[in-house]
């Protein structure tokens, strides 16, 4: 063993100061190599950050949701529903919630209206989201005014503004009353926009669903687990068409790879001609220019994750987040949190590595097959 | 298809591999008809410079699989949460019914790609190439196995669907949930298993010392690497699997990869299967020691190759009587 360690030592010395010996050539692929794992990185690093962000968002979020449908369109769901729910044996409890959209001409934006459940907002008041802050430009103790359904004016003062921490879910929030909420949309007391369902025990949760679905057959229950699969498949989905997109981006790097790797100066030919006159084999020289590719290819693949991670997790991924993250006028700003996934190291490697690796291979091998008579002539 | 990037690289790996198998498999058959070292032609000559070549893309290509398989199993098990009732790899393999015939198809490909990088290896080590003929047969009939393979993964990927991405829009049941069940490995008596497990590996110790210390018995170990790669896989699967749930019916071969067991899965498959591939390369490499030009390497390399695959089965039994030791679970009771 120590024989082998030590002639892999050698060959890198070698490798590396003929590297160096042509420091132009090697640092134009090695910038290329970089900018290209940097650019698969960012997208694989940033949709995994946001999945994951999604996944705790849902962890809090109660086990089912109960909806009412007519005519497949969603409907207010009467009040006595949620005692026919709670009849269900495994139900923890049911809540009726009411929630909705505002369309908001004067900022052009659509808030989500709700009323909390965890705290509790006069009648007249409001308790207002980041986002919706500063679009409207609007502070505690401001008014503000919407057109309820039969046309009234419903005007509430701002209470209190919901802090930056958590703007991914409440960037676009208008917490309001229970009797503003019905005065506004004109809902009527004994109906709810939904329902939801907390579970004792997480492993009934579609025994629950089952029986909650046999009892009330108008209506659709929506699994927190669905959603969030959901969520997976939708980010997945649009990771691998923006890196379906880069495969061009690839192609194009192998096709670079190739020629940078084939175009070898007359000093390179006379160099492998030496050595082979001295006594090297084809396999040694082969061994020698796969070493050269490692070193460069294992520099690249640092510099261009570590370039990747700084430009998801410092600089907001500020080239691809419109496609990933989808936009909206009121677009909540928030800081993802780093996550480095074994998986996707992994398969970073395949997407960069496997294909500058068999690249050279071909100009690798025509330059260790030359005859060393015929190149030091 | 699901536009996973794990599966994205996976089927890039294995066309890439596939394609580049399939060509030199003409070169193959040129090298197994005209092959003749002592004959100083151009063609001769072209066809020596060209072996290095394809030595080294099959070389890259080979290792490239090697690695693939621990990626697929690593992404069947990660896509598990796509799936409704899906818990692990298994609902994975079993969405779609090219699963579980991708992953044999790659455990195939994996011991075939070792054992033809042993004899390539071997073959390098003698001055006249002895075994370049049966080097290039053995690709010939390698490639169909790729091929299939990759074949057959592209296939297993297309069906997959996750059909709970319109949930919103449906009731909650997709119906036809995936049932995860084992198979008849796992009503394999534990006494039995075990005692097996236990003879099977004692016997392969054995026969790689006796490559170590004799040079000789390669086949003989060979053979007995394969009957413990069955025999430790089966039992993982009905006993050992069993005390590291400490569930008395739980037998996945798979959980024990996830993050709740501490990925303890990897330190079982990984010795086993390094076990076996050089078990069986200590076999070709020790078949290889007959031709006069190898008579002097070839056992040398059989040495080390046995002493790797000795090294994985004794820790593979270590790992495996730790496990049990540290399970709660209680299988076999002493009567005092």
Redesign the interface.
């Known amino acids: 063993m120590p024989v082998w360690l030590n002639r892999q030592r050698a060959l890198l010395d070698f490798a590396l100061s003929s590297l160096g010996r042509r420091l132009g050539k090697t640092l134009g692929l090695a910038v290329v190599y970089t900018l290209i794992v940097a650019v698969l990185a960012s997208v ?1 690093l940033f949709s995994h950050a946001i999945r994951r962000e999604a996944a705790q968002v849902l962890a809090g979020t109660p086990e089912l949701l109960v909806q009412r449908l007519v005519a497949g369109r969603h409907d207010m769901i009467p009040a006595e529903r949620l005692d026919a729910i709670r009849a269900v044996r495994g139900v923890k409890s049911a809540e009726g919630r009411l929630w909705g959209y505002l369309f908001d001409p004067a900022a052009a934006a659509n808030y989500t209206l709700m009323v909390p459940a965890d705290r509790v907002v006069e009648a007249g008041s409001a308790v207002v989201g980041s986002g919706v802050a500063d679009v409207r430009g609007v502070a505690v103790g401001d008014l503000m005014s919407f057109r309820a359904h039969d046309g009234n004016l419903v005007q509430f003062r701002i209470k209190d503004v919901i802090d930056n921490d958590s703007a991914l879910v409440s960037a676009d929030l208008f917490l309001v009353s229970e009797t503003d909420f019905r005065r506004l949309f004109g809902v009527p007391a004994d109906r709810f926009t939904d329902i939801v369902v907390a579970v004792r025990n997480p492993r009934e949760v579609r025994t629950v ?2 029986k909650i ?1 046999a009892a009330l057959p108008d209506t ?4 927190r687990d ?5 969520y ?3 980010f ?2 649009r ?3 923006l ?2 997109l880069l ?1 061009g981006a690839i192609l194009a790097f192998a096709i670079f790879a190739w020629d940078k790797a084939s175009g070898l100066s007359a000093e390179e030919k006379r160099e492998i001609g030496i050595l082979k006159a001295v006594g090297w084999e ?2 040694d020289v ?1 061994r020698l220019k ?1 070493m050269e590719g490692t070193v460069v290819s294992l520099g690249a693949f640092l510099a261009g994750y570590l370039l990747a991670y700084l430009h998801v997790f410092h600089w907001g991924a500020a080239l691809f987040a419109p496609v990933l993250k989808g936009w909206a006028v009121m677009y909540p700003e928030f800081q993802l949190t780093p996550f480095v996934d ?3 190291v ?2 970073l490697f ?2 960069t590595v ?2 500058y ?2 690249a050279t ?2 100009p ?2 025509r330059a ?2 030359v005859d060393p008579d015929q190149v030091m002539r | 298809m ?9 089927m ?2 294995s066309g ?1 591999a596939a394609l ?1 198998v399939l060509a030199s498999v003409p070169f193959a058959w040129t090298v197994v008809r005209r092959w003749n070292l002592a004959d100083g032609s151009e063609a001769q000559l072209r066809m020596e ?1 060209r072996t ?2 394809v030595a ?2 099959l070389k ?1 290509v080979m290792a ?1 699989e090697l ?2 398989l ?2 697929f199993v ?2 069947a098990d ?1 896509m598990a ?2 799936f409704t009732g899906a818990m692990c790899a298994v609902g994975t393999l079993k969405v779609d019914p090219w699963g579980f015939p991708t992953l044999y198809l790659k455990l195939a490909v994996f011991f075939l790609a070792g054992c033809w990088l042993v004899l390539d290896h071997v073959d ?1 080590r003698g001055w006249d190439y002895p075994l370049i003929r049966v080097k290039y047969a053995a690709l010939i009939l390698l490639a169909p196995v790729l091929v299939g393979s990759a074949v057959v993964q592209g296939a297993y990927f297309m069906g997959l669907r ?1 059909d ?2 319109t ?2 829009c ?4 997709s119906g036809g949930g995936v049932t995860v069940t084992s198979n008849s490995v796992a009503s394999l008596p534990h006494g039995l298993a075990l005692s097996l497990l236990a003879g099977s590996l004692a016997a392969v110790l054995a026969s790689g010392a006796v490559v170590l210390r004799w040079r000789r018995c390669g086949w003989l170990h060979a053979l007995l690497s394969v009957a413990a790669f069955v025999i430790g896989m089966s039992a993982i699967i009905s006993t050992i699997s069993v005390y590291v749930y400490e569930m008395p019916h739980h037998h996945c071969p798979f959980c024990i990869l996830k993050r709740e067991y501490g990925h303890i899965g990897y330190a079982l498959y990984v010795p086993l299967f390094v076990g076996t591939v050089c078990g069986l390369g200590a076999g070709i490499a020790g078949w290889a020691g007959r031709r006069p030009s190898l008579s002097t390497m070839a056992p040398l390399v059989a040495r080390s190759l046995a002493a790797w695959s000795v090294g994985g089965y004794a820790l593979f039994g270590l790992v495996a009587l730790w496990l049990i030791e540290r399970s709660h679970l209680i299988l076999f009771e002493v009567v005092p």
Do not use: H, K
């Open positions: 694989m669903a089952e679905d659709r229950i929506i699994l669905e959603i969030l699969r959901t997976e498949s939708v997945d989905w990771e691998g068409i890196l379906v495969v084809t396999s082969i796969a074994e998986l996707q992994a398969t395949f997407f496997f294909p690796t068999l291979v071909v690798i091998w260790a097959t | 699901l536009f996973q990037p794990a599966i994205i690289a996976l890039l790996a890439l580049l410079r290095y070549l080294t893309l890259i490239a690695a693939a621990v990626l690593f992404n990660r949460t796509l390098n996750a709970v991405i949930s919103c449906s009731t909650l049941f």
